[in-house]
């Protein structure tokens, strides 16, 4: 196994931490995911076992995926009331840096209405953690949507974005002078294709057209919101989040090079280079490998993490070698992580990525952040509640909150690391 570079520095102001998204998390959010869960829980809970059943961890998570409950967010990890208790996990593990959303509906309940006590909970969790030095890294947009917002035609409309902005400037204007680091809007080309090509996520329809045009809409989008941004504090540090998967052939032909081409320039730059200019830093998410082979995709060689996705962390490398390349701006790792219910696998994950940052590094690219996803396990989208990817453990039925075994080791690598660079 290939061991870190001890001799290798990161520097003192990298920025280590976790991630988690509000809805994902907070409980008892009113927003047009939780009306489509309702409505959809019976039928995601029918169609499990012919989703997943091919799936190596289906024999240990089919009772909860078949369950209705398994697909309402409801209490969630009951963040919302918890943040300070959530917190004390950060600090636990050496971290000084929580990327978190804010949601919209909470802010801004109907299209007339700011709600004050909300931005002040917001306000409250940024103080909290700026107290603990812990860098807050703030998500605006983190696929979900109030529903007055969603009823007009959510992005599908270039004319709804004035109504984003004007939530993106209130943010700013009320919570601004405790943030530096802003995410518009999270993986914009995943929230588009997955909510208008696959229909998988609310509003669910499967249009191609239609998903270009969202898709277009929200780099517009981020654009007018980066320009809101720098208008209202020039030290502000402003990105997307972009899922960036890595393509890798499983054969020598021309075929699959140009498959492979082809994907990660629709994956990738399409969008990106829309979006470039106005980004101070680029956020990556990365998750998985994709195996070529010709046109086709290949099944992910095992292990595989429970949602089966595969278990490929050192590749990340080539994802911020690529995106450095191209676009010469900082990176910050937005999200990173995968299921891992019995935690067999997690600690390698981090190991490796740590080595796959020190080698990128040192091949010139700049990063300046690593941010785990997730903090806690966390209600997984369409997925519902089985897949976890915590930190740290929820017991859902007792709201229980534990440190996995690969958190704890994750933890005292980060005073290892932190302790070197200072
Ligand atoms: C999203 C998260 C999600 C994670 C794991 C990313 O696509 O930003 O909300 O939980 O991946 O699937």
Redesign the pocket.
């Known amino acids: 196994m290939k061991v870190s570079d001890e001799s290798f520095r990161f520097s003192h102001d990298f920025l280590w931490g976790a991630?988690t998204?509000a809805h994902?998390v907070e409980g008892n959010n009113h927003n047009q995911w939780s009306v489509w869960e309702k409505e959809n829980a019976a039928s995601l809970a029918t169609s499990a076992e012919k989703k997943y059943r091919s799936f190596d961890s289906w024999p240990r998570v089919k009772r909860a995926a078949m369950h209705a409950d398994n697909y309402v967010s409801a209490a969630a990890s009951n963040n919302f009331e918890e943040y300070e208790r959530d917190f004390d996990f950060l600090t636990q593990m050496n971290m000084n840096s929580y990327r978190f959303s804010i949601e919209w509906a909470r802010i801004q309940p109907t299209e007339e209405t700011w709600d004050d006590q909300a931005i002040a909970h917001y306000r409250r969790m940024l103080q909290s953690l700026k107290k603990r030095n812990i860098e807050p890294v703030v998500t605006l947009f983190?696929?979900t949507l109030p529903t007055w917002f969603a009823d007009k035609g959510g992005f599908e409309k270039k004319a709804n974005v004035v109504h984003f902005i004007a939530y993106v400037e209130k943010m700013m204007t009320e919570l601004g002078d405790l943030m530096t680091y802003v995410i518009t809007i999270?993986?914009p080309t995943?929230y588009a294709s997955i909510s208008y090509l696959a229909g998988m996520w609310p509003p669910a329809r499967k249009n191609p057209l239609l998903a270009v045009k969202v898709t277009n809409i929200l780099a517009y989008a981020h654009n007018e919101a980066a320009r809101t941004i720098h208008s209202i504090g020039t030290g502000y540090q402003v990105s997307i989040?972009h899922?960036s998967p890595h393509f890798i052939a499983m054969d020598g032909s021309i075929v699959t090079k140009m498959t492979i081409g082809f994907g990660q320039y629709i994956m990738d730059d399409l969008f990106l280079r829309k979006v470039i200019d106005l980004c101070d830093f680029v956020g990556i998410?990365y998750?998985m490998t994709h195996q070529i082979k010709g046109v086709r995709l290949r099944q992910p060689k095992r292990p595989v993490t429970d949602?089966n996705w595969s278990i490929e962390p050192a590749d990340i490398q080539h994802v911020l070698e690529r995106i450095h390349k191209t676009y010469h701006k900082p990176i910050m790792i937005t999200?990173n992580?995968l299921?891992d219910a019995t935690d067999t696998h997690r600690k390698y994950w981090i190991e490796q990525t740590i080595i796959a940052m020190e080698k990128a590094s040192q091949n010139g690219v700049s990063i300046i952040g690593y941010l785990h996803?997730?903090l806690m396990d966390?209600?997984?989208?369409a997925?519902g509640k089985w897949?976890r990817?915590g930190l740290v453990a929820v017991d859902y039925t007792t709201g229980k909150k534990t440190l996995r075994k690969s958190a704890q080791w994750f933890g005292t690598r980060i005073a290892l690391i932190r302790r070197r660079s200072a």
């Open positions: 991630a998204a994902q983190h696929f999270n993986e995943v989040s899922n998410n998750y949602l999200e992580g299921a996803w997730s966390n209600f997984e989208w997925f897949p990817f």
